[in-house]
């Protein structure tokens, strides 16, 4: 399975509403990546897990909490969020320093996450 | 921190014929140099990368060469076609961490 995946594909979600994405890999990659891509723009790192330990988070607002249940699962927990924070979510995956493998980042197709 | 410059922002070429796009970074600590194409509602997609110890490296139509010294890095596609059509990004990576360029929207005209 070379492929990342992630649910759901669209999300529509109230400035008060709590909501969950997530992000899947099987292919034994041991460092997973959230980015936020706004419209006609570069995606922007957010968070970055290596052996499921959160290893960088680029001041990302706490409206934003990630989680590594394990090697293959991640999420970021939404809360509170504000219109502004519409975008498409990307996760990411790639292997870790540690393995002496290639940085190559495998992306999933994204969340579109419209905040109302 | 990496700061990721690429130019041009749009280029419209005609098919078959070249594509150039070129980038510079400034963090010297950047060994990873991957580029992206990103096709509207889709995922980016790696289509080729290049290490601070290589200056150059080819596959088919695509080819990407890095100057360290001037901090320097482009993507160079051949024989465009209409399919190449899509925002092609730059990105400087050093560790985990990847910065990208502003992104290039490329039009091939058939």
């Known amino acids: 399975d070379t492929e990342v995946t992630q649910t759901p594909k669209h999300l529509v979600m109230g400035m008060t509403n709590k909501k969950s994405l997530k992000c899947e890999q099987h292919?034994?990659?041991?460092?997973m990546y959230w980015y936020k891509q706004k419209a006609k723009k570069p995606p922007e790192l957010m968070f970055v897990?290596?052996?499921?330990?959160?290893?960088i988070n680029e001041s990302v607002p706490s409206r934003f909490s990630p989680e590594c249940p394990n090697s293959s699962l991640l999420n970021l927990h939404l809360h509170a969020l504000q219109p502004e924070d519409s975008a498409l979510y990307l996760c990411?995956?790639?292997?870790?320093?540690?393995?002496?493998?290639?940085?190559?980042?495998?992306f999933g197709p994204g969340t579109r996450l419209t905040v109302t | 921190g990496e700061n990721v410059e690429q130019h041009p922002s749009t280029l419209s070429v005609q098919e078959g014929d070249s594509a150039v796009i070129k980038c510079t970074y400034s963090?010297?600590?950047?060994?990873?140099f991957p580029w992206y194409k990103q096709e509207l509602g889709k995922r980016p997609q790696l289509i080729i990368d290049?290490?601070?110890?290589?200056g150059e490296k080819k596959d088919q139509r695509i080819a990407v060469t890095l100057n360290k010294t001037a901090k320097h890095f482009s993507l160079h596609i051949t024989e465009t076609q209409p399919e190449d059509s899509a925002v092609y990004f730059c990105?400087?990576?050093?560790?985990?961490?990847?910065?990208f360029g502003a992104g290039t929207r490329l039009f091939v005209k058939a």
């Open positions: 963090d010297s600590a950047s060994n990873y």
């Open positions: 990105a400087a990576s050093e560790s985990f961490k990847t910065i």
């Open positions: 290049i290490r601070s110890n290589v």
């Open positions: 897990y290596s052996y499921e330990k959160l290893s």
């Open positions: 990411a995956s790639s292997q870790g320093i540690l393995a002496g493998g290639f940085y190559e980042q495998y």
């Open positions: 292919m034994g990659h041991r460092a």
